[in-house]
């Protein structure tokens, strides 16, 4: 089996021979956690306060139809790092698989071409430690799963394997029944220990973790920026926050926003907007350093808001949430801000994913290749020029028993989930086009009129592209790619 330092080498990326060093753009990929698409302001949103996020809406590229890769959050963020669909090699849901060594991520491909690469907060794709039990998966029991961030390609890492509260997360507060919400610890000594820790290259990190979960992230990524600036090396950065993941916890500013709300509502509110000022934080340095127009800075949420319609995530009106291949479990917010290529205050309502960022950002760098493996994502780039007229491929979406495919304007869904969440069958079960339910998302974005029976030609024709993927899937699961 070949290890990934020796495919690195193997797999070249040629460069485009007019594209200067100096003009390889910065990148930064943020993300929430459970965040609905419609808890921001930019997407219409009217309670939460997402003032900063709403900036960069106005200064970039919002995506009326952007999707993660998953409804659920491991496979989004495998993601967004390989281009390519999670069932490729093994994580299929929450807490199930690794980052297998032989995938190629954005942080190894930038740093063999000088990128320092940081990664920061919620990793979620292996566990972080082999010796002592950790968040939910860590420890000796489960040591096939080791896949930190620090063998994926990242120079430095402030990472925790999964949740933690989004206030002083470390820390699991006494007396407390409910496991949606607590308010803020009043005196560590009395709160236990949550179980998940931050790890930074592997050693436990114990200091200067009270307080706001987002600025604890924050508080590590910016003066990572600062370095490679001051080194005059291009970053590639990610940050991944917590937030608005349960248990949410806002400290007492930022529930105060939202006192006329029952608790739970506060605590969600709360640290949202918590989380919107790191991003505004983020966008103050970029400029102070004199970066901000070179930097490509994508934000995006890894699934739809968790819980029912009574919890306080929104979904803007579409059908489903979290876990769901309706839209309300993918469609997510969206943004792009790259003043040097991006016009402000641009808008589009063709189809991106998670996996568009490694092809969009090996294109932006001048690289053309990667090798033979498929890649489910697309560049970006032409969308970015005003060149894009359409997507150029559908976007197809496998979980837990659910199928779909997303095009320009039809959709097909199986929506029959199932409680398997492990490997799935080798060779893929024969697909019936009756089991598929059509909607036409330009006419009838909350899925409520089925067209299946009215165009079973268009129900045919997209589950037989759906099952040469699927076919393709269970190929790279089998590694065949390798």
Known sequence: MWHRSSICILVCLVFVASVAEAERPNIVLMMADDLGWGDVGFNGGKIIRTTHLDEMAKAGLRFERFYAAAPVCSPTRGSAITGRHPYRYGVFFANTGHMRPQELTLAELLKEHGYATGHFGKWHLGTLTKTEKDANRGGPKNVEHFSPPWENGFDQCFSTESKVPTWD?????????????????????????????????????????????????????????????????????????????????????????????DKYHQHYYGCI?????????????????????????????????????????????????????????????GLAEWPAKIEAGSVTSIPAVTSDYLPTILAAIGAESI????????????LFAGEMQARPKPIAFESAGQLTL?????????????????????????????????????????????????????????????????????????????
């Open 371 to 382: 090798g033979d493996r498929p890649i489910d994502g697309v560049s970006l780039l032409p």
């Open 169 to 261: 997360p470390l820390l699991r507060p006494t007396g407390v029944k409910g496991d949606n919400w607590w308010d803020p610890v009043v005196d560590a000594k009395l709160a236990g220990a949550y179980g998940t820790s931050y790890w930074s290259s592997g050693e436990k990190v114990t200091e200067t973790l009270r307080g706001d979960d987002s600025r604890i992230v924050m508080d590590r990524a910016i003066p990572f920026i600062r370095d490679a600036v001051s080194l005059e090396k291009p970053f590639f950065t990610i940050v991944w926050f917590h937030a608005p993941h349960l248990p949410v916890v806002a400290g007492p500013e930022y529930t105060k926003l939202y006192a006329e709300h």
């Open 273 to 333: 907007t918590a989380l919107d000022e790191q991003v505004g934080r983020l966008r103050a340095e970029l400029r102070e350093l004199k970066v901000a127009d070179h930097t490509l800075v994508f934000f995006c949420s890894d699934n739809g808001p968790e819980g029912n319609e009574k919890a306080p995530g929104s979904a803007g009106g579409l059908r489903g949430r979290k876990r769901s291949l309706f839209e309300g479990g993918v469609r997510v917010p």
């Open 406 to 482: 997303v095009d320009n304007r039809y959709k097909i869904v199986r929506p029959e989930q199932t409680s398997k969440r492990e490997k799935p069958a080798a060779t893929p079960a024969k697909l019936d086009p009756k089991s598929f339910m059509l909607f036409d998302l330009q006419a009838d974005r909350s899925e409520s009129n089925d067209l299946a029976q009215d165009h079973p030609e268009i129900v045919g024709k997209m589950v037989a592209t759906f099952g040469d993927w699927q076919q393709s899937c269970r190929d790279s699961l089998a590694e065949k790619d390798y």
